[in-house]
C-alpha cells in the first residue's frame, strides 16, 4: 500500500488464513498482524498489507569524517555526509545508540531521497552514508536514495549489522560503493539468544558484501561475548578466508544501555588485534584515545597513512588516477582513492 508519496513495501507476502502480513527482509520473518509493527519498529501491517511508516524519517544529518564510520581505506581523509534513522532488528543489550535504535524519537524531519540527496550535495562530501540506526530496516528508502545519489555523482557507505536475507541484500549493495558491517561476535548461540540476530546471514551478507563493493568489518570488543583470544581468531580468519586485505576493526566497548561491564582495557585490545593480524594484514584498534590507528605498507612495513584522531597524514601514500601506491616502494595498496 502506497499514500502515492510513499512506495509499496518490498519483501513481504500476505496469509490470508491469519490476516496478517509475513515480511521477508531480514532472517526473523515477522509475522504482523493489523495495526502492529516487526521487531524493527519500522515496518508495520496496515490494511492487510506491509506498509512504511518510517520512510524518509531521519534522526540526524551530520557531515562527518568517513573514518568514523570506520573506514580507513575508503576516500581517507574525505568527509561523509552522513543520514541517520530509528529502529533496529537486533537488540544488543550494549548497544551505543539504543535512543535512535531501541526508541522512535519524538522529533524526527521526513525527507525524500531526492532532498537526501540534495543536501548531499550541498555539503560538499563526495560521499553518503546510511549509519547510527539499522539502515536496511529502511531497505525501499536506502534503496532509492542510493539510485540518486549515484546519479548526482555521490558514493553510498552502508554501515550496518548486516543481519539481512540475501537477495535484498545483493539489490542494496548492487549500489554500495563502501560497506562497514558489524561482526558482533563468533558464537552463533549469543547471536540468537543474547543479540537477537543471524550469525549465519550476517557471515552471508559479508560474503555478498566482499564481492560486490569495498567492505571493512568491525566487531566491538565486549566481556564476555567478544573478548576472548579465540572469538576474535575465528572473526578474523573469516575474513582472512574472503580477502587478507579487508580491514578488520576491533572497537573498544564502554557500558551502554542494558550492558554494564567494565569497559575494554587498552592491553586486552592490543592482544585482540596482535591475534588478528597473523591472519589479516590491516587490523585497526579503535574506540579509545591513544590507539595506533595508522596503515603500513605490506610490502615495506613503511606508514602509508598516519592518524591521530580523525587527523591523518597521506605523505607516505602515492596516488595515480584511482590506485593508491605505497610512496617508498611502489607497492599497490587495496585503498579506495
Known sequence: MSDGRTPAASYWHAD?????????LCPHHCRIAEGHSGICKVR???GSALSLPYFGLVSSLAVDPIEKKPL???????EVFSAGFVGCNM????????????????????????SLVAAAVRSGAPSIAYTYSEPTIHFEFVLASMASARAAGLRNVLVTN????????????????????????????????????SKDRVLEFIGIAASLCH???TTLVVPPFSDSIGEVEAIAGF????????????????????????????????ELAQAARARLRYVYEG?????????YCPGCGGKVIGRTGYRIDTQGMAISGSSARCARCGTTLPIVV
Open 162 to 197: 548486516g543481519c539481512l536475507e540475501p537477495a535484498p541484500a545483493r539489490e542494496l549493495l548492487s549500489l554500495t560503493d563502501a560497506a562497514n558491517v558489524d561482526l558482533k561476535a563468533w558464537s552463533a548461540e549469543t547471536y540468537r539468544r543474547t543479540l537477537g540476530g
Open 215 to 217: 567492505l571493512e568489518v
Open 16 to 24: 490470508p488464513k491469519t490476516g496478517t502480513v509475513v515480511c521477508e
Open 72 to 78: 580507513h581505506h575508503f576516500l581517507p581523509g574525505s
Open 44 to 46: 508495520k501491517c496496515e
Open 91 to 114: 537488540r544488543c543489550p550494549f548497544c551505543q545508540n539504543w535512543r535512535i535504535s531501541q526508541e522512535i524519537p519524538s522529533s524526527l524531519e521526513r525527507l525524500s531521497p531526492e
Open 239 to 270: 575474513v582472512a578466508g574472503l580477502s587478507p586485505d579487508i580491514p578488520l576493526h576491533l572497537s573498544a566497548y564502554h557500558p551502554a544501555w542494558k550492558h554494564e561491564a567494565p569497559p575494554t582495557g587498552a592491553s586486552l585490545l592490543s
Open 287 to 295: 574506540n579509545l584515545s591513544g590507539r595506533s590507528a595508522d596503515t
